[in-house]
C-alpha cells in the first residue's frame, strides 16, 4: 500500500463528518480542507432547528474561528466561494435515526458518501444520562445503520476514547468490547434496558410535575450510579464505551475504525503550534495554577500522564482512515504517548511552576499586578489529601456564609471551584498505532505533513513554546 500518495487518495472523495463544532472535528475538517481542495464534498452534521441556524453555527463555531487563518490566507478572497463548494452543512442530530436528516437531503448523501467519521459526542464526565446514551452510545448505533445505508461506503471511523477501559493501573490494550460485558464482572449489562430506565425515570418525573432543574440533577445522578454499578467511573467513558459495543454488534461487514484518543492537547503544528478551545482536564490544572489558585492536589509524581497533541490525532486518522479502506474487519488504535513517550506529573508539575515563574500572569483588564505562584502542595496519599480538603472545605464553607450575604458573587464562585483533583493511573499500548505508523513509514508516509509518533514531541519544549502560552491566550 502506498502511504506516499494520502493527499491524492483524499481528493475526488465525499465525507460525512459529525460533531464537526467539536475540537477534534474542526482541525480533520481544516485539515482535509487545506492540503486536498479536490475533495468532492464533506458533509458537516450540525445540531440546529433549521438549515439557516446550521449553517450560522458552521460560520460562528467552525470557520469563523483563528483555526482556518492559513487556509483563508492561502485562498484569499476565494476563501467563501471554496468552502460553499466543497463544504455541505446539514440539519441533523446523531441522536436520532437517519442522523435526523430530513428525507429529501438524505437520498443525496446516501448515494453519494463513501466514508463517515463520526467524532459527535457529549464528553462531560457527569451528564444527564438520557443526553450521554442518546449521543454517546446510541448516536453510534445510528451512525453505523447509517453507513449502512450509503450505496458507495468504503469505510466508517469511530473517535471513542482510550478511557473506556475506566480506572485501572496498568497496560490497556487495543481490545474490543463484547456486548454486555462490564468492568466489574457483576452484572450483565442490557443496553436495551438502559435505555427503558432512562425513558421511565424521565416518565416518572413528569408526572411528578419536578422542576427542569430537579430533573436535569435527577438524570445526572443516574448516569453516575449506572456507570458506577457496572465498574465504570463516570457516565461519559460509561456511555462512551456502550457505544463502541454497539458498533460491534450492528456493523456488519461495514469496514470499521475505532480511534480511541488519550488526552488530546493543543496542536503541536498543524495548523500552526498551540491552537486550542475549550477547557479540558489537563487546561483547568493550568488555569488554576497559573492564577495562583491552585495550592495542593492529590497526585503521584511519579504517576504517568497520557497525552496526544490534536493535530497527531487528526494525522493518525487520516493515516487509518488510507490503510483500513474496504477492509471488511473493526480495526482499534489508541493514540497516546505513555507507552513509548511518558511524561510524569513530577515533570508536568516542574514545567507549570518553571513557566508560570518566568511568565507570570496579570489580568491587565483588571489592573492586578503579576500573579507570583509557588510550587502546589502535591499530596500522594489520598487519605492526607481528603483530611486537608475536609479542613479547607469547612474553612470554605463559612466564607461562603458570609460571601452569599455580602453579595460578592465572583468570589463566591471562585470558592465553589476550588476542589481541584488529577489523577491519572494507566498506561496504554498502542501496538496497532505504532505498527501503522511502522507501514506508513516503510511505504513512503510524509511525516512532515501526517507525523503521529509520539516519540517525535519533545514535552519540555511542548509545554513551554506551545501548550502553555496556548493555554494563557485562550483559556485565561
Wanted: charged residues 20%; proline residues 3%; aromatic residues 10%.
Amino acid at each position: 500500500m502506498d502511504f506516499g500518495n494520502i493527499i491524492e487518495f483524499l481528493g475526488n472523495r465525499t465525507i460525512l463528518i459529525t460533531g464537526v463544532t467539536g475540537f477534534i472535528a474542526k482541525i480533520l475538517l481544516e485539515k482535509i480542507l487545506r492540503i486536498q481542495p479536490n475533495v468532492k464534498k464533506i458533509y458537516l452534521l450540525i445540531r440546529a432547528a433549521d438549515a439557516k441556524s446550521a449553517n450560522a453555527r458552521l460560520q460562528d463555531e467552525v470557520l469563523g474561528k483563528e483555526l482556518f487563518k492559513i487556509l483563508r490566507e492561502k485562498l484569499g478572497a476565494d476563501f467563501d466561494c471554496f468552502v460553499s463548494e466543497k463544504v455541505t452543512p446539514v440539519m441533523g442530530d446523531t441522536s436520532y435515526e437517519d442522523l435526523g436528516v430530513d428525507a429529501s437531503q438524505l437520498k443525496e448523501m446516501y448515494e453519494d458518501i463513501d466514508i463517515v467519521v463520526n467524532v459527535a459526542a457529549t464528553t462531560k464526565y457527569e451528564e444527564r444520562y438520557d443526553v450521554a446514551l442518546g449521543v454517546n452510545t446510541l448516536g453510534a448505533k445510528h451512525v453505523v445503520n447509517f453507513a449502512k445505508n450509503c450505496a458507495k461506503i468504503k469505510l466508517l471511523i469511530h473517535v471513542s476514547t482510550a478511557y473506556v477501559c475506566g480506572v485501572k493501573a496498568g497496560l490497556i490494550s487495543e481490545s474490543p468490547y463484547a456486548m454486555g460485558e462490564t468492568l466489574n464482572g457483576e452484572a450483565t449489562l442490557d443496553i436495551d434496558l438502559e435505555k427503558k430506565l432512562v425513558e421511565q425515570t424521565l416518565i416518572n418525573l413528569i408526572e411528578e410535575q419536578v422542576s427542569e432543574k430537579t430533573i436535569r440533577q435527577r438524570m445526572k445522578e443516574l448516569g453516575s450510579q449506572r456507570a458506577k454499578l457496572y465498574g465504570w467511573p463516570n457516565t461519559y467513558v460509561f456511555t462512551k464505551a456502550m457505544g463502541e459495543m454497539l458498533v460491534g454488534k450492528h456493523r456488519g461487514n461495514l469496514p470499521v475504525v475505532i480511534m480511541r484518543p488519550t488526552i488530546v492537547c493543543s496542536t503541536l503544528k498543524d495548523p500552526f503550534p498551540g491552537w486550542l478551545e475549550s477547557c479540558r482536564t489537563l487546561d483547568m490544572v493550568a488555569v488554576s495554577y497559573g492564577k495562583g489558585s491552585l495550592s495542593f492536589f492529590t497526585a503521584d509524581n511519579s504517576s504517568v500522564l497520557d497525552l496526544i497533541p490534536a493535530d497527531m490525532l487528526v494525522n493518525s486518522i487520516i493515516v487509518a482512515m488510507k490503510a483500513n479502506l474496504d477492509q471488511p474487519y473493526l480495526s482499534i488504535y489508541q493514540v497516546g504517548s505513555s507507552y513509548r513517550n511518558p511524561i510524569n506529573f513530577g515533570e508536568l508539575h516542574e514545567f507549570h511552576f518553571r513557566y508560570f515563574t518566568k511568565n507570570p500572569w496579570s489580568n491587565h483588564e483588571g489592573g492586578t499586578s503579576p500573579v507570583k505562584i509557588r510550587k502546589a502542595l502535591v499530596l500522594s496519599n489520598v487519605r492526607i489529601f481528603e483530611i486537608v480538603l475536609l479542613l479547607c472545605n469547612f474553612a470554605i464553607q463559612l466564607v461562603l456564609s458570609l460571601v452569599r450575604r455580602m453579595g460578592c458573587t465572583s468570589l463566591q464562585q471562585a470558592l465553589v471551584n476550588f476542589d481541584k483533583k488529577l489523577k491519572i493511573t494507566m498506561s496504554f499500548v498502542d501496538t496497532n498505532t505504532e505498527n501503522l505508523l511502522i507501514t506508513a513509514r516503510l511505504n513512503g508516509l510524509d511525516e512532515d505533513i501526517f507525523n503521529f509518533d509520539p516519540m517525535s514531541v519533545n514535552w519540555k519544549h511542548y509545554f513551554f513554546q506551545v501548550h502553555l502560552p496556548a493555554v494563557v491566550k485562550y483559556l485565561f
